[in-house]
């Protein structure tokens, strides 16, 4: 299984980034699939979460932080999700992770519940 996380980069506060993680070994649709994000000194705290595609559809959950400012979705055709970050904010800056798991219900923000992580991607947001 590999995940791999693309398009972090630099800045200024209020531009937009779009982070895409391309997913290959695992039946995708079948995951939740989220962002993390650790800033320096601090523990590893969720961003967002899109759930399994059931016949529903799927659906998405954010960090209060982010919320109105940012957009996960998924591409089963491409085996992708991604991050659309909008009115970024200097605190947005971190290292984003990208990561796939079979969740517990009520459990999308712990980072334990996943299994399987991207290598992490810089977002730097310059006042």
């Known amino acids: 299984v590999q995940l791999q996380a693309s398009g972090g980069g630099l800045v200024q506060a209020g531009g937009s980034l779009t982070l895409s993680c391309t997913t290959s070994?695992?039946?995708?649709?079948?995951?939740?699939a989220a962002w993390f994000r650790q800033a320096p000194g601090k523990d590893r705290e969720i961003v967002a979460r899109?759930?399994?595609?059931?016949?529903?559809?799927?659906?998405?959950h954010y960090a209060d932080s982010v919320k109105g400012r940012f957009s996960i979705s998924r591409d089963v055709s491409t085996n992708t999700v991604t991050l659309q970050m909008n009115n970024l904010k200097p605190e947005d800056t971190a290292v984003y992770y990208c990561a796939a798991g079979s969740v517990r219900s009520g459990s999308w923000t712990s980072p334990n519940e996943y299994e399987h992580w991207g290598q992490g991607t810089l977002v730097t947001v310059s006042s």
């Open positions: 070994g695992l039946t995708f649709w079948r995951y939740d």
């Open positions: 899109v759930s399994p595609i059931t016949w529903t559809d799927a659906t998405t």
